[in-house]
């Protein structure tokens, strides 16, 4: 009678246990692969499903929810040997279950190297200053080169954002140095400028006071070539005139020199008195 009672209980136990373990419920936003003596058999939509117990085991759960994969961040050389530090972020979707879980060891981790290793590829071909200003069109070339890839794997890639995209420590003390120097460099530019603008100015002052005083010298021969064409008409053959205006003149011109507070000593012609004498001979005689 008890062994009976035992042997119920033990059978009960198994039937119970053999329908816990081939009723399964999958929650909504994932898919469950099912293998039978290892080998894959089925997977299981959401909702309420059933296998064989003891010879179907659920071997791996699969998200198809949307998947955020962190892309760290990673020093990549561009074209002209510049050093920017990169990282990004990717949207990634399961469509394909069995290929997810056969295809790839660890599909987020393939994808997750797949995106850097492209990424260091496309910015490579970059000179510094494109590869800092051109995001999208670095995001388009990234997310079309993992795709065709994540297609074999099940996975499609929705989306790749570029975090952050900046010049490394050493690059930034380089650019800033970089700069300073540009802008010395502009500053003394502009002086020399202005020096040299100073420079050409003060030569076309000085030409344009050359050609007037030339003008003014000019001006003042003909004048005085003038003056001395009608002196020479109006006094004619007679030179007497034309003497005592002369020594009028001249007299005139000594006695101004005497008169100055800077001389100090007055020089008088030797023949002054006969240049006198003769002037007076020649005034008294009829």
Same mark, same amino acid.
């Given at each position: 009678?008890?062994?009976?009672?035992?042997?119920?209980?033990?059978?009960?136990? $198994?039937?119970?246990?053999?329908?816990? /373990?081939?009723?399964?419920?999958?929650?909504?936003?994932?898919?469950?692969?099912?293998?039978?003596?290892?080998?894959? /058999?089925?997977?299981?939509?959401?909702?309420?499903?059933?296998?064989?117990?003891? $010879?179907?085991?659920?071997?791996? #759960?699969?998200?198809? &929810?949307?998947?955020?994969?962190?892309?760290?961040?990673?020093?990549?050389?561009?074209?002209?040997?510049?050093?920017?530090?990169?990282?990004?972020?990717? $949207?990634?979707?399961?469509?394909?279950?069995? !290929?997810?879980?056969?295809?790839?060891?660890?599909? +987020?981790? @393939?994808?997750?190297?797949?995106?850097?290793?492209?990424?260091?590829?496309?910015?490579?071909?970059?000179? %510094?200053?494109?590869?800092?200003?051109?995001?999208?069109?670095?995001?388009?070339?990234? #997310?079309?080169?993992?795709?065709?890839?994540?297609?074999?794997?099940?996975?499609?890639? #929705?989306?790749?954002?570029?975090?952050?995209? &900046?010049?490394?420590?050493?690059?930034?003390?380089?650019?800033?140095?970089?700069?300073?120097?540009?802008?010395?460099?502009? @500053?003394?530019?502009? &002086?020399?400028?202005?020096? !040299?603008?100073?420079?050409? %100015?003060?030569?076309?002052? /000085?030409?344009?006071?050359?050609?007037?005083?030339?003008?003014?010298?000019?001006?003042?021969?003909?004048?005085? +070539?003038?003056?001395?064409? #009608?002196?020479?008409?109006? $006094?004619?053959?007679?030179?007497?005139?034309?003497?005592?205006?002369?020594?009028?003149?001249?007299?005139?011109?000594?006695?101004?020199?005497?008169?100055? +507070?800077?001389? !100090?000593?007055?020089? %008088?012609?030797?023949?002054?008195?006969?240049?006198?004498?003769?002037?007076?001979?020649?005034?008294?005689?009829?």
């Amino acid at each position: 009678m008890i062994g009976t009672t035992v042997t119920s209980v033990v059978f009960l136990a $198994f039937v119970v246990i053999t329908i816990a /373990r081939g009723v399964r419920i999958v929650p909504q936003g994932e898919e469950w692969i099912v293998q039978r003596l290892g080998k894959y /058999r089925v997977t299981l939509l959401p909702g309420l499903r059933f296998i064989i117990p003891y $010879f179907d085991t659920v071997s791996y #759960k699969v998200t198809t &929810k949307d998947i955020i994969l962190d892309v760290q961040e990673q020093e990549v050389i561009t074209r002209d040997n510049a050093v920017i530090v990169v990282n990004a972020i990717a $949207f990634i979707k399961v469509t394909d279950p069995v !290929k997810a879980v056969y295809g790839v060891e660890d599909y +987020s981790e @393939a994808i997750r190297n797949m995106i850097m290793t492209t990424l260091r590829s496309i910015v490579g071909e970059m000179e %510094l200053d494109h590869a800092l200003s051109q995001r999208d069109m670095i995001k388009a070339r990234l #997310k079309a080169g993992v795709a065709d890839e994540a297609l074999d794997w099940g996975l499609t890639v #929705k989306s790749v954002e570029i975090q952050d995209i &900046k010049p490394s420590e050493s690059m930034q003390r380089a650019m800033e140095l970089q700069a300073a120097a540009e802008r010395e460099r502009k @500053a003394m530019v502009t &002086k020399a400028e202005g020096e !040299k603008q100073s420079m050409i %100015l003060s030569a076309e002052a /000085r030409l344009e006071s050359a050609k007037r005083d030339a003008e003014a010298q000019i001006m003042l021969a003909d004048a005085s +070539s003038q003056a001395i064409t #009608k002196v020479t008409s109006a $006094f004619g053959e007679n030179e007497l005139p034309m003497l005592y205006l002369l020594g009028e003149k001249y007299i005139t011109s000594m006695g101004k020199m005497a008169e100055s +507070s800077n001389a !100090k000593v007055v020089l %008088l012609p030797a023949d002054l008195q006969n240049t006198l004498r003769g002037l007076f001979q020649k005034l008294q005689k009829p």
